[in-house]
């Protein structure tokens, strides 16, 4: 690298374990109760949790939104780019507090859960591990990354791992980034892998 970019990497970080700095400006609440940071990204979704400023678990999952891309993209026989863009404009997935309004919406949301199913099962299993191998529990989550803007994710998760889930929000954003990037508009979702390595 130092080579032929002209850095000097100073060390390697498992992605997952970056985030608990993330966690304490985004949840400033009591030291003591547990966090878990979940970076639904397009490959992969990393999870973190945090407790008292610290990470305590860390797991990267091998699902994200490209999975659900071609979840559309199958049902409805499209290309993988104009599922994208439909996945953008049209996704969303059900719960009981946001139900699907008519058989068509019921419909994109049977597809997008069975999808997502999986994703759910890892999440919770990495919970469970998280209990089982260090005593700590999560409190809340807090969700982030281009997963995190699929219509209706948030109440889905809230109920599917009973627990409340914070979305990252462009609130977030001089608190996490500092003025001078909230003022440039850049999205505080996507930059909480790199603040929490910077």
């Given at each position: 690298?130092?080579?032929?970019?002209?850095?000097?990497?100073?060390?390697?970080?498992?992605?997952?374990?970056?985030?608990?700095?993330?966690?304490?400006?985004?949840?400033p609440g009591p030291a003591a109760e547990?966090?878990?940071?979940?970076?639904?990204?397009?490959?992969?979704?990393?999870?973190?949790?945090?407790?008292?400023?610290?990470?305590?678990?860390?797991?990267?999952?091998?699902?994200?939104?490209?999975?659900?891309?071609?979840?559309?993209?199958?049902?409805?026989?499209?290309?993988?780019?104009?599922?994208?863009?439909?996945?953008?404009?049209?996704?969303?997935?059900?719960?009981?507090?946001?139900?699907?309004?008519?058989?068509?919406?019921?419909?994109?949301?049977?597809?997008?859960?069975?999808?997502?199913?999986?994703?759910?099962?890892?999440?919770?299993?990495?919970?469970?591990?998280?209990?089982?191998?260090?005593?700590?529990?999560?409190?809340?989550?807090?969700?982030?990354?281009?997963?995190?803007?699929?219509?209706?994710?948030?109440?889905?998760?809230?109920?599917?791992?009973?627990?409340?889930?914070?979305?990252?929000?462009?609130?977030?954003?001089?608190?996490?980034?500092?003025?001078?990037?909230?003022?440039?508009?850049?999205?505080?979702?996507?930059?909480?892998?790199a603040l929490g390595l910077a």
């Amino acid at each position: 690298l130092a080579g032929l970019h002209g850095v000097d990497p100073r060390a390697i970080v498992a992605a997952p374990a970056a985030y608990a700095r993330a966690a304490q400006l985004l949840h400033p609440g009591p030291a003591a109760e547990a966090v878990v940071i979940v970076d639904h990204g397009h490959v992969r979704t990393n999870v973190c949790v945090v407790k008292g400023g610290r990470t305590v678990y860390a797991r990267t999952i091998s699902r994200g939104g490209k999975h659900v891309t071609q979840a559309v993209a199958r049902a409805w026989s499209l290309p993988f780019e104009e599922a994208e863009r439909a996945k953008h404009s049209d996704g969303f997935v059900a719960s009981r507090a946001e139900p699907a309004t008519s058989e068509a919406w019921q419909r994109i949301s049977d597809v997008l859960k069975m999808e997502l199913t999986p994703l759910v099962r890892d999440l919770r299993q990495t919970l469970a591990a998280c209990r089982a191998q260090g005593g700590v529990t999560p409190r809340r989550v807090i969700l982030c990354g281009g997963g995190a803007r699929l219509r209706g994710i948030v109440p889905f998760l809230s109920e599917e791992l009973e627990l409340p889930v914070q979305l990252v929000a462009a609130a977030d954003a001089t608190r996490l980034l500092g003025p001078a990037l909230a003022a440039r508009n850049v999205a505080p979702d996507g930059a909480l892998l790199a603040l929490g390595l910077a």
